[in-house]
């Protein structure tokens, strides 16, 4: 009879038969084991199905001809020092006392970590007014400096000098025009004697019914005299006002002009009348003005005369080149004037400009380079001021000229080439001038409304200011720089005021056009118009 000892090595089973005459014990199977496999089999360990390690002398097949042990190989180990190792980790853990008791409760049975939160709560609720109260005096005391920082910006840049010859040149206009008057009055017999000798006065005095009078006030004097100066002033004035006889239609009253306005820069103008008497009066402007009374149509020449002393002295401020057509005066004047919608000056201007030109050529290259630097401002300051502009230049053009102009435009689309060049060259313009920046302000442009970027880059930059064949980029920057400085826009005129430093605009070339533009917004009493902005380094 044979008995079977069934060996579960797991994942495999091993069936051994021995010989039922004789005892089996656990050793005879470890022989077994190392007969029919490896020697490696002999540090292996045998149990019970329960679990129970048995011995090598343990006797198997008791009552049954079958036995079910468990085969387990024995593995190197080592001297148990992981446990140690534990021991030595729970001992440092239990030197490090705990100082966090938040997982406690407290005498009423709330958690620390509750209390805490609530007690950090208060705190907060407490401190809450502070904090706003720190949060307004930092915004006040914010608010301060930036406008305490921007009242230098606002001064007017006078210059000393232009001051004091203008109020030189006010008092030589009244002391001219008060020994005009007394050489003219009636009451002095040589004056009387002439005045009624010539043809003219003749004339005069034989109308009749037609004949209206109108009595001309020269000027007066300041409101804050006393009233004995008021006194004397009207005494004055009714010594030296003149009956004018004027022959005409309709019914006419007296005319009284009490305050002439700023008389700056106006002495040559007067003095030059005053010394050319014609028989019976003065002839200004295609007027025949009697005894006295020639004042009056003179108004009518002087602020352009002033205009073209102010107009005359702009080249000698710029210095910047030495061929007319190469240089920006005019066309940073022509911008000033447009903005401030003064397009009847821009044919003075133009006059001024093109003094001394006799190439038809170099006519052609000024006419279309002011054309174009008013044009490019358009975006800055409107379409209806630069079409009033350019219609007043049109009108001083003179016809030979005007035929050799374009009748084409500059900026063509005719194909989808065009449109992509357009862009191109406005995306160029965008990052030459804020560089670094670029990327940021598109990206505020496309933020507050994603058709202002759209049209601000293939509109503004791509069409009007990209284009370089008669206004020259630097130039274009001087441009925008002035329309913004005369509308008092510092937060658009500082981007700007680098991108024409990118271009190449020297320190020299931005204050000459700072002088430029704080003499005319003077001339024309703009007041609200900011200066350029400090470098920062």
């Not at 060996?7 to 091993?14: E, F, G, H, K």
């Not at 791509?462 to 008092?488: C, E, K, N, Y």
């Not at 190449?504 to 005319?520: F, K």
């Amino acid at each position: 009879m044979i008995h079977q000892a069934i060996l579960n090595a797991s994942p495999d089973t091993i069936c051994l038969p021995f010989n039922s005459a004789q005892d089996t014990t656990v050793g005879d199977v470890k022989q077994r084991l190392c007969e029919d496999y490896t020697d490696g089999l002999g540090a292996v360990i045998v149990s019970s199905l329960g679990g129970k390690i048995l011995s090598d002398d343990h006797v198997l097949f008791g009552s049954s001809n079958t036995e079910q042990l468990n085969l387990a190989i024995r593995l190197c180990g080592g001297k148990g020092g992981f446990g140690s190792m534990l021991r030595a980790q729970g001992g440092r853990m239990n030197a490090q006392k705990t100082t966090n008791f938040e997982a406690c409760r407290d005498l009423q049975g709330r958690r620390i970590k509750t209390v805490n939160e609530a007690k950090k709560l208060e705190e907060e609720l407490e401190a809450l007014p502070l904090r706003e109260q720190e949060k307004r005096e930092r915004l006040e005391k914010k608010i301060a400096k930036a406008l305490k920082e921007r009242e230098p910006r606002k001064h007017l840049f006078d210059d000393n000098e232009f001051l004091d010859n203008r109020e030189q040149m006010v008092e030589g206009v009244k002391n001219a025009v008060s020994d005009a008057l007394k050489r003219s009055h009636p009451s002095s017999s040589a004056s009387t004697s002439t005045v009624s000798e010539s043809p003219a006065y003749k004339r005069q005095k034989t109308q009749s019914a037609s004949t209206k009078k109108v009595a001309v006030s020269v000027f007066d004097d300041d409101d804050d005299s006393d009233e004995d100066d008021e006194d004397d002033e009207e005494s004055d004035q009714e010594e030296t006002t003149t009956s004018i006889p004027i022959k005409g239609k309709g019914k006419a009253s007296t005319i009284k002009y009490a305050k002439l306005g700023d008389l700056a820069c106006w002495v040559s103008v007067a003095a030059v009348c005053f010394q050319t008497p014609i028989s019976g009066g003065y002839k200004v402007s295609s007027f025949w003005i009697g005894d006295g009374s020639f004042f009056f149509p003179l108004l009518l020449l002087l602020p352009n005369m002033a205009l073209a002393s102010l107009l005359s002295e702009l080249p000698k401020v710029y210095k910047a080149s030495t061929s007319i057509t190469a240089e920006a005066w005019y066309i940073v004047a022509a911008v000033v004037i447009t903005t401030l919608n003064r397009p009847q000056d821009i044919p003075q201007l133009y006059k001024q400009a093109s003094t001394g030109l006799s190439s038809p050529t170099e006519q052609e290259t000024l006419v279309l380079r002011l054309k174009e630097g008013i044009f490019k401002s358009s975006p800055i300051i409107g379409l209806p001021k630069v079409i009033n502009a350019l219609s007043q230049l049109n009108t001083a053009v003179p016809e030979d000229i005007k035929q050799r102009l374009p009748t084409q435009s500059s900026r063509p689309i005719s194909e989808w080439q065009d449109v992509l060049e357009h862009r191109q060259r406005g995306a160029a313009l965008f990052d030459k001038i804020y560089e670094r920046h670029a990327s940021r302000v598109r990206n505020n442009l496309e933020m507050d409304y994603p058709d202002l970027a759209q049209v601000a880059l293939e509109d503004t930059y791509g069409r009007v200011l990209s284009p370089i064949d008669r206004v020259d980029a630097l130039d274009t920057s001087f441009v925008v720089l002035v329309g913004l400085m005369v509308q008092d826009l510092p937060s658009q005129l500082k981007g700007h005021y680098y991108g024409a430093i990118h271009h190449g605009a020297t320190d020299q070339q931005l204050g000459n056009l700072q002088i430029i533009v704080e003499r005319l917004c003077q001339f024309y009493n703009h007041r609200d118009y900011c200066s350029l902005p400090s470098k920062i380094k």
